[in-house]
């Protein structure tokens, strides 16, 4: 399994099932920040553990969600620094530009419930296209030093190299214009998959 690669079919039907979850994520936020949020087409690819990050500089927050019922396993969505600090500080009542000094206990109970909400929602999009019943645990939040790997080693119960990274683009209003990437091992994108084709059978 450690070679392993992801069908042309297998890629759509990820591409499709975040596209809809996130999709519907994305209106849950706007009305936790009281802004037009917008996602865009997500991108999905299969990249090597090492390679995930790719994306970030310095340090990001790493939001681990566990799937408690439906799927097994979990899975991390990960954050700009300025951008939970703009979610937080709309999500306050502000008009998010108070974003200055560190990332603090605030910010990370904020993302946490942001992505508790959108990841709820998602987890109710996947029940449907899934055909069962799907639920998450309260996510958990670490802000990592991107070349920290050993942390998001330590994310996962699993030795597998492989992964599936979905980017997606994100904007808020005009405050934030941003990349926003989700990752899961392969295995779970396979288990994912296979109840997407096998549903109702």
């Known amino acids: 399994m450690e070679d392993f690669v992801l069908t042309n079919d297998q890629i759509d039907i990820l591409g499709e099932i975040a596209n809809i979850s ?22 999905v690819k299969v990249i090597k553990r090492s390679e995930a990050l790719d994306d970030y500089e310095k340090t990001c927050i ?8 439906g799927l097994q396993g979990n899975n991390v969505l990960v954050l700009k620094e300025h951008d939970v600090k703009v979610m937080t500080d709309l999500m306050m009542g502000g008009d998010g530009t108070n974003t200055a000094g560190e ?19 998602s987890a109710t999009s996947l029940s449907s296209m899934l055909g ?56 779970f994108a396979e288990d994912m998959c296979d109840k997407f084709m096998n549903k109702g059978k």
């Open 62 to 69: 790493f939001v681990q969600i566990h799937y408690v019922k």
């Open 22 to 43: 996130m999709g519907n994520s994305a209106t849950t936020l706007s009305m936790m920040v009281n802004k037009k949020v917008d996602i865009t087409t997500p991108n």
């Open 103 to 121: 990332i603090t206990d605030l910010h990370l109970s904020a993302a946490s419930e942001a992505m508790n909400q959108m990841m709820g929602t």
């Open 132 to 187: 069962v019943p799907t639920d998450i645990s309260t996510p958990i939040v670490n802000q990592i030093d991107v070349e920290s790997i050993k942390v998001f080693e330590k994310m996962f119960d699993t030795t597998y190299d492989k992964f599936v990274k979905i980017a997606f683009r994100m904007t808020i209003g005009n405050l934030i214009d941003s990349i926003m990437v989700q990752l899961y091992p392969v295995q």
